[in-house]
Every structure is written in C-alpha cells, then in structure tokens.
Nanobody, 125 residues
Framework: QLPLVESGGGLVQPGGSLRLSCAASTFILDYYAIGWFRQAPGKEREFVAGISWNGGNSRYSDSVQGRFTVSRDKEKNMSYLQMSNLQPEDTAVYYC??????????????????WGQGTQVTVSS
C-alpha cells in the first residue's frame, strides 16, 4: 500500500502563502481522516492539522491555528493545506498521512500508510 504523496513546497518570504497538496487513494479519502505533519531539522515530526473523513471536523496545532487551513476534495482524491502568514519557524519538511479520526492524527497513532518523502517548505527572506 503506497504512501500518500505530498507536493507544493518551496521557498517563500516571511508573511507569504503557500498551498500544499496531498494525493491519496479513493479508499483513503472515502474512509479516513487526513492529517498534515511537519519535521524541522533536529526536531521530531509534529502534528499540524487534520480533517475528518467527511470534512465536517478539523483541528490545528496551536502554532498554526488561524494561519493554516486544511481541506479535502474527494472528487480529486486530494487534501490541501493552505498556509498563510508563514514565518521562519514554519520551515520544515511537510508530510501527510491518514488515520481513522483526527484524535488519532493529533496523537500520532494508527496511521494508515507509511510516511512518504514529504515536501520542503522554507520560509526565509
């Protein structure tokens, strides 16, 4: 079972915006919550945002609340992470994965797939 595939990273100036994309299978999008995570150099991977299987519930880490928005599009088999007002501390490799609900995503347990390669986001002037 293949991992989800992230894309859309890049270099952006502080205060800028970026949208990340996560490609997943129809099965994953139909039944699983999708989560976004990031790992900065020298740090552990951390939960950033998650959205429930039907899109009715989302949750965010305190560090991105109000700046990031997670969404999903079943027709396109995609999830997105819209990031705005990016800051240097947002610099990291960003990953997506799936679990049965957003509680499991936030707790870092029960992932449906192995981790993909991620996409690099660098916030710098």
């Amino acid at each position: 079972q293949l991992p989800l595939v992230e894309s859309g990273g890049g270099l952006v100036q502080p205060g800028g915006s970026l949208r990340l994309s996560c490609a997943a299978s129809t099965f994953i999008l139909d039944y699983y919550a999708i989560g976004w995570f990031r790992q900065a150099p020298g740090k552990e991977r951390e939960f950033v945002a998650g959205i429930s299987w039907n899109g009715g519930n989302s949750r965010y880490s305190d560090s991105v609340q109000g700046r990031f928005t997670v969404s999903r599009d079943k027709e396109k088999n995609m999830s997105y992470l819209q990031m705005s007002n990016l800051q240097p501390e947002d610099t990291a490799v960003y990953y997506c994965n799936a679990a049965t609900n957003t509680d499991n995503l936030a707790a870092g347990r029960g992932f449906a797939r192995s981790w993909g390669q991620g996409t690099q986001v660098t916030v710098s002037s």
